[in-house]
């Protein structure tokens, strides 16, 4: 279910240092099962790498019990949290996982800044993963001292310009209320799959329904159109989609299609775009003779 940012790292970490790679594979309801994963653990298994929340499917994984079974097998649990942070609260001192990323983009933020979040258990590392100024409490040839953390994650210059901004991103977001932006996105993508389930050329990938586990996100198909085409259609009427594989081409080959159209929703989008997507829909059938 992973976007390649949390899939290309490991295999090529994989190459360097020699470690088995397993895929936890989604199941025919598009989601992960706990009980698939426990027929891949060993007693070698170190590290679970997931995604909070699905950037094709809209699905949000059971990463409260993803985490308490790590914990249970002695697993560290690394969560992209690049579409969850987006969509639900997320309180990472309850949830006790190891490592949760996402980039401040995301949540309307600024370019070129990320999150890594570390659990305070690794703070006793000696070596850090990544070094160089900034981070240091005193160098001799043999002997380095290094800053606690946070210092000691991050060497280098800060981009302080980002992190400036970035926080007026979160009091943005947390003046809207995170839990509000989830259930209004809700009720958003309800409206919009019981229209679009009236469509007949119109497939949609995995929505039997919709709750706080698959919301927001929404990948379907025009049949017998590639999702580009699609694309640029709608973008004579002003209505901008992303189309593709979505950095996820895993998630493709299990849909058995090469791409998607994807509709993805934020707070700031509306019932009557909804309304108006769907007519553009029939206007794109017209034009292309559906
Ligand atoms: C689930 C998920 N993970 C990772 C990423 C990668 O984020 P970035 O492009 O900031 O590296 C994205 C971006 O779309 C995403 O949706």
């Given at each position: 279910m992973e976007h390649h940012a949390n899939l290309l790292p490991f295999f090529n970490l994989s190459k360097v240092f020699g470690f088995k790679l397993k895929l936890w594979k989604m199941n025919d309801n598009l989601e992960l099962d706990i009980k698939d994963l426990e027929n891949l653990l060993t007693n070698k298994t170190k590290l679970l790498c997931v995604t909070h929340m699905s950037n094709v499917l809209g699905v949000v994984n059971n990463i409260y019990d993803?985490?308490?079974?790590?914990?249970?097998?002695?697993?560290?649990?690394?969560?992209?949290?690049?579409?969850?942070?987006?969509?639900?609260?997320?309180?990472?001192?309850?949830?006790?996982?190891?490592?949760?990323?996402?980039?401040?983009?995301?949540?309307?933020?600024?370019?070129?800044?990320?999150?890594?979040?570390?659990?305070?258990?690794?703070?006793?590392?000696?070596?850090?993963?990544?070094?160089?100024?900034?981070?240091?409490?005193?160098?001799f040839f043999n002997d380095v001292s290094y800053l606690g953390p946070p210092m000691f994650f991050e060497p280098g210059t800060q981009a302080f310009s980002q992190i400036f901004t970035f926080k007026y991103s979160i009091e943005y977001l947390k003046s809207l209320g995170l839990q509000n932006i989830e259930e209004y996105e809700i009720e958003l993508t309800k409206y919009f799959i019981n229209e679009l389930?009236?469509?007949?050329?119109?497939?949609?990938?995995?929505?039997?329904?919709?709750?706080?586990?698959?919301?927001?996100?929404?990948?379907?198909?025009?049949?017998g159109i590639h999702p580009h085409d699609v694309s640029f259609l709608l973008d004579q009427y002003n209505i901008l989609i992303r189309v593709g594989h979505h950095c996820a081409q895993l998630i493709h080959h299990k849909l058995n299609v090469p791409a998607t159209c994807r509709v993805s929703f934020s707070f700031y989008n509306t019932k009557e775009e909804v309304d108006n997507f769907i007519q553009v829909l029939w206007k794109i059938r017209k034009f292309l003779y559906l």
């Open positions: 993803i985490v308490k079974f790590c914990k249970e097998n002695g697993i560290m649990v690394l969560i992209d949290g690049a579409q969850g942070i987006v969509h639900s609260r997320i309180d990472l001192s309850e949830l006790g996982t190891d490592f949760y990323v996402f980039s401040t983009h995301k949540i309307y933020g600024p370019f070129g800044l990320g999150v890594v979040y570390v659990n305070r258990k690794h703070f006793g590392r000696q070596v850090p993963p990544f070094s160089g100024g900034s981070m240091v409490r005193s160098v389930n009236q469509i007949d050329f119109i497939q949609v990938y995995g929505y039997n329904n919709v709750s706080n586990k698959r919301f927001a996100i929404v990948p379907f198909n025009v049949k």
